[in-house]
């Protein structure tokens, strides 16, 4: 009898409760809700896998190959030191140093574990915004709201982790600053969220320590207090305590950054760089139709480069470029006048803008580098799945049945695609040369690229092919020094001595005190056994 009672009471217990009839079910809910969260992690590991054997490139030689600083992690203060505003790069630098020497597997490894770990906490991220915006009543409601908000955030997720766009970021060893950034910047975010959404203030301070570190990995570390004031006023405004948060939290991060900002710009303009106003006022233009181009590559993922070319001009004002800011400045405005009722997709728009902010403000060497969408790229895809949410919702409205098997064969190509890209992206940074050679064949206006793919050729033994890449860049950009050189001395072993004084004597044409020109003419009239000129270039070589 008792045995009978107890079964009539789990049956009342299950009738109460049909979403979880058993305990089969929770189970598979459970055992569900693991493969959303690490599913997507799973794939981005085998589509990298072929990625960890890649070489060292580009920028690695100065960050890993040529850094003094690795090679004894003890001496602590020289690590951090040395890249003074990244001091947590270098010392995970210092600690693959310390495993793996000079072999790049150990460094790709590390990028990898960096990007694997960010993914589960893109998904943790894309649930809470998918949840706070349901709460509020800014997305259409599903037949089942909680199995598709876990599994929207899980193919969000996916996107994330699978991208070709951001093969660069973690490909590229020099490029560890956006993980790391990352890695940080989502945990310092996922924190303060939950310490405003409980209204319990304990989940502040590691929320602050690891937003610190997100700023000593990266500047747009910088960027969160902003963010996060967007997302409390455009998603979480009516929880309890708005107004007071405002003031007690936002506005102390936000004094921090707008100091720290003040004195980055004062420091550019008055002590590194002379007419900074207008360097300023030009790249900002040239930023304008950068972030388009971002966008563009992260909707459809072609022309993708280590290099990208953007023509610049010294006149005070270009006509496209400000088109393209006039439109972004219609983009903003339209997404704050929608804002009530589509937060989400203002959000995920403005987010991603507020996040390029730093890089697009400062002048860098590279006006576009892909890996700089790391980490705003989250926000992007928000906001792209947010729009398309709303299209389909009113679709399915107006044609009075459900588009979801369509959707889910679209989501099936679009992964399959982008992970063949991924693959094959991969598979060009495996080597210098074809790197260099996609880059010039991308951005074949690039006297970079070119000079990289001659650089290639030259250290792989390759001069004739060398010659050809140098000869290409110096036409595109005739007083770059380190290429004519290099073009130099490769004409003369490539037993070309008369045309490889030539080109050492334009470089002295245009740049009396160049060391390396010195050396190689003198070495070239050595060689020619004319002893008393060879002298006369090593002792200018000397004096200077």
Excluded at 326 to 335: C, I, M
Excluded at 351 to 372: D, K, N, V, Y
Excluded at 418 to 440: F, Q
Excluded at 500 to 523: Q, R, W
């Amino acid at each position: 009898m008792g045995a009978a009672k107890r079964r009539a009471k789990r049956r009342k217990a299950s009738n109460s409760n049909p979403d979880n009839s058993s305990n089969g079910r929770a189970g598979i809910d459970r055992r569900l809700r693991l493969l959303f969260a690490l599913g997507p992690a799973l794939l981005a590991f085998l589509l990298y896998f072929n990625a960890l054997n890649n070489p060292f490139v580009y920028d690695d030689h100065h960050t890993v190959i040529d850094n003094a600083s690795l090679v004894d992690p003890s001496q602590i203060k020289g690590v951090l030191l040395h890249m003074r505003f990244r001091p947590l790069v270098n010392l995970s630098y210092a600690v693959d140093y310390s495993i793996w020497q000079l072999n790049p597997f150990g460094y790709h490894l590390t990028n990898l574990i960096l990007h694997l770990v960010n993914i589960p906490l893109c998904y943790l991220l894309f649930l809470a915004f998918i949840g706070d915006a349901r709460r509020k009543g800014l997305l259409p409601a599903p037949s089942k709201p909680e199995e598709n908000d876990f599994s929207s955030a899980a193919f969000l997720s996916l996107i994330f982790a699978i991208h070709p766009m951001l093969t660069e970021a973690v490909g590229y060893v020099s490029a560890r600053s956006e993980l790391l950034c990352g890695c940080f910047f989502l945990v310092s975010f996922l924190l303060f969220r939950r310490g405003i959404v409980e209204s319990k203030r304990r989940w502040f301070l590691p929320a602050t320590v690891a937003w610190l570190f997100s700023l000593a990995t990266k500047e747009v570390g910088a960027m969160l207090p902003l963010l996060l004031l967007l997302y409390d006023r455009l998603l979480l405004t009516e929880s309890k305590g708005g107004n007071r948060r405002l003031w007690n939290l936002h506005f102390p991060l936000l004094s921090i950054v707008a100091a720290g900002g003040c004195l980055r710009l004062y420091s550019y303009i008055w002590v590194e760089a002379s007419g900074a106003g207008s360097m300023l006022w030009q790249n900002l233009q040239t930023q304008f139709g950068v972030v388009w181009r971002y966008m563009a590559m992260l909707l459809v993922p072609v022309g993708q480069s280590i290099t990208h070319h953007i023509s610049e001009s010294d006149q005070t004002f270009r006509f496209w470029p400000l088109i393209a800011g006039v439109l972004l400045l219609g983009v903003v405005l339209l997404a704050l006048k929608m804002r009530r009722r589509y937060g989400m997709h203002a959000f995920g728009f403005l987010g991603f803008l507020i996040i390029l902010l730093p890089t697009s403000l400062i002048p860098l060497a590279e006006p576009m580098a892909e890996h700089r969408v790391y980490l705003a790229s989250i926000l992007f895809f928000l906001g792209v799945w947010a729009c398309i949410l709303s299209v389909g919702h009113r679709l399915e409205i107006r044609l009075g049945k459900s588009l979801r098997p369509l959707a889910i064969a679209i989501s099936v190509a679009v992964v399959v695609a982008l992970s063949a890209a991924t693959c094959l992206r991969n598979d060009v940074w495996d080597d210098p040369i074809s790197l260099w050679r996609d880059a010039a064949a991308t951005s074949p206006k690039s006297p970079a690229a070119h000079f990289a793919l001659g650089d290639a050729h030259r250290l792989g033994g390759n001069c004739p092919d060398a010659v050809t890449a140098y000869q290409r860049a110096v036409v595109l950009l005739p007083r770059q020094a380190d290429a004519l050189n290099n073009l130099g001395i490769c004409l003369a072993k490539t037993k070309r001595l008369p045309e490889s004084i030539k080109v050492f004597k334009s470089v002295l044409a245009f740049d009396k005190k160049n060391i390396k020109a010195l050396n190689t003419l003198g070495m070239a009239r050595f060689i020619q056994g004319r002893l008393q000129q060879a002298a006369g270039y090593y002792r200018r070589s000397l004096r200077l």
